[in-house]
């Protein structure tokens, strides 16, 4: 019975059936994880990026250890779109001394990631709104895509009309603006590729930087049949 489900709803949503995003709906408002998606999509659909909260603790080892290896003296570190904290507490084991600001649009998450740090003052959490100043390391990790679960059960070829390239790229630009000179720009789990962003120019991959997913998509929104994309780049001079 639950494969047979599964694969009508898998059908279903291929088609763009409006029974099945009802489904999706209901099955979010019977826990308070889903309903607080609900919420998010609600008051801040047009600032949203990724929108489901999933996470789990030291989630990018390879990631997390390459970063703090080659920024060991970082001060000031961003997780945008840091969930629910656990983020926060791997990059707290590594970089011990820094100050760590971790962003998150989601009012229950950012209230449970709250209270998991409350214990360590060089930790805050702050809605997009409040956030502020430069930073040495800067983390989205999972942030830049939409639904990557569903668009692969779709099988979506074309990714503009779900998640546009504009708007990867206004976030990209923001971030970047917000980098100190030979700073570290960190992405992993994105749909389009930041060397195809218009901040390309300011930034070069690390080398040995895990590559990203391969399911990965153009500025056009179409899917690319073998990229490559880096995940960890280093702030230069624009055109250097």
């Not at 930073?135 to 009309?161: C, N, T, W, Y």
């Amino acid at each position: 019975m639950t494969g047979w489900l599964r694969s009508r709803i898998k059908a279903a949503r291929k088609r763009g059936s409006a029974w099945v995003r009802l489904f999706d709906v209901a099955r979010l408002l019977a826990n308070a994880e889903g309903r607080g998606q609900l919420v998010t999509r609600i008051l801040h659909g047009r600032e949203t990026h990724q929108t489901t909260p999933q996470t789990a603790p030291d989630r990018y080892p390879e990631l997390f250890d390459l970063a703090v290896s080659v920024a060991p003296n970082a001060e000031r570190l961003l997780s945008f779109g840091c969930s629910t904290g656990e983020e926060l507490v791997a990059l707290r084991h590594r970089f011990t001394e820094a100050e760590i600001v971790g962003v998150e649009i989601n009012p229950r998450s950012r209230k449970l990631a709250k209270k998991l740090v409350r214990a360590d003052p060089r930790t805050t959490v702050v809605s997009p709104k409040a956030l502020a100043g430069t930073f040495d390391v800067i983390f989205a990790l999972a942030v830049l895509q939409r639904e990557p679960h569903k668009i692969a059960e779709m099988g979506v070829e074309d990714l503009s009309p779900f998640y546009r390239f504009t708007r990867f790229d206004e976030l990209v630009t923001q971030l970047v603006g917000m980098l100190r000179a030979d700073g570290l720009l960190c992405v992993t789990n994105a749909q389009y590729r930041i060397e195809d962003s218009s901040s390309a120019d300011q930034l070069e991959p690390v080398p040995g930087s895990p590559l990203m997913d391969p399911t990965i998509f153009g500025p056009d929104g179409r899917r690319f049949e073998r990229p490559v994309a880096r995940t960890i780049f280093r702030k230069v001079a624009a055109g250097a």
